[in-house]
Nanobody
């Protein structure tokens, strides 16, 4: 089992920035086949935001391309999501996801609210 702990959410004005962090409970960042960020707005399904593979390849939802950047620091065992030029429609609970041969793991989520 792996626990994932997200942090970094909060309230920000449109056009602002936030950086989310995801810290697994054991040293797995460098070996995980895939990790990613998902988000779920009220009344909507949970959608993928960004993913990063073991090789470092990344992919993004069209809605966040050019504004969000997913990265990882293997030495610190942390995955990040840098979010710039935030928009009200980015408001959601953001979840960290880890895909391993043993299964999928989710964090508890962190709230991001973009509002003036």
């Amino acid at each position: 089992q792996v626990q994932l702990v997200e942090s970094g959410g909060g309230l920000v004005q449109p056009g602002g920035s936030l950086r989310l962090s995801c810290a697994p409970s054991r040293n797995i960042i460098s070996s995980a086949p895939m990790m990613g960020w998902y988000r779920q707005a009220p009344g909507k399904q949970r959608d993928v935001v960004a993913v990063i593979t073991k090789s470092g390849s990344t992919d993004y939802a069209d809605a966040v391309k050019g504004r969000f950047t997913v990265s990882r620091d293997s030495t610190k065992n942390i995955m990040y999501l840098q979010m710039n030029n935030l928009k009200p429609e980015d408001t959601a609970v953001y979840y960290c996801n880890l895909a391993t041969p043993s299964g999928l793991f989710w964090g508890q989520g962190t709230q991001v609210t973009v509002s003036s």
